[in-house]
């Protein structure tokens, strides 16, 4: 628990710089399971900072993001792909190969084989070493919203309504909000080596008491975290405030 969201993002971003250079010692590829939304901003600053100022490459980083809405197209600026580049992507040395978001524009008739071979990328550069993640009001991990298994993997998924709610400011309306998601599943998640969830403001209180206090249920994705052997949440003290 830390006194401002700049404080534990700056930490967690330290965590990230450790393993990328710990994975360029050993000459290994670092692959990192990266969220979009207001929670990770900081982060991404901090990291764009230390490429900056302490020269620390990205050439050796890969990316899976977690979810992309569906349908949507990478150039349209409520497109994760858009936030990615404009948050991060644009002010790092990554290879643009090496990043994957998922695509929001594929056809419905290509969206099952999509998913799978999204599931099958990760795997194929052995997994995920560190997962960031965000959590919504409705304990949605990615877009895991409420009901998802603790198994799922990649889909595609129809969003909560309080979730569309959520985004309605930045999409100027509800009704603009795509009802739909692809995201990466629970499953794909609690396989990487080294989750971090970051929580910021009292509006996400009482989601991260259910999460980390309440039961391991579907009704809160989040809390299939629980049963993850290396997650940590790093919160403020607002969203820390409910706990007990
Ligand atoms: C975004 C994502 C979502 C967000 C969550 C919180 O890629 O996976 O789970 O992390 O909706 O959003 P913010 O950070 O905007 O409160």
Not at 8 to 27: C, F, N, P, T, Y
Not at 59 to 71: A, W
Not at 170 to 176: A, K, T
């Amino acid at each position: 628990i830390f006194s401002s969201a700049k404080e534990g993002s700056v930490k967690v971003a330290k965590e990230i710089r450790d393993l990328i250079l710990d994975k360029q010692s050993k000459g290994e590829m670092c692959v990192l399971g990266l969220a979009t939304g207001s929670s990770p901003i900081k982060v991404y600053e901090e990291l764009i900072r230390i490429h900056k100022e302490e020269s620390v490459s990205f050439q050796n980083v890969i990316t899976f993001n977690l979810d992309e809405y569906y349908p949507m197209e990478p150039e349209n600026i409520h497109s994760y792909h858009y936030f990615m580049h404009e948050h991060l992507f644009n002010h790092i040395d990554i290879l643009p190969k090496n990043i994957n978001i998922p695509k929001g524009n594929i056809t419905v008739d290509e969206l099952h084989d999509y998913c799978i071979s999204y599931e099958d990328q990760i795997d194929a550069v052995g997994g995920l070493d560190f997962q960031l993640l965000g959590i919504g009001r409705t304990g949605h991990i990615g877009f895991n919203e409420p009901g998802s298994h603790v198994n799922s993997e990649t889909r595609s998924i129809l969003l909560d309504h309080i979730t569309r709610v959520d985004a309605a400011n930045s999409f100027l309306g509800i009704d603009n909000v795509p009802k739909k998601a692809i995201t990466m599943g629970i499953g794909t998640v609690k396989k990487a080596k080294r989750i971090v969830l970051l929580g910021w403001g009292d509006k996400k209180a009482s989601i991260i008491k259910e999460t980390i206090e309440g039961a391991i249920s579907s009704e809160v994705p989040a809390s299939y975290l629980q049963l993850h052997s290396n997650t940590t949440f790093v919160l403020d003290k607002e969203a820390a405030s409910e706990l007990t």
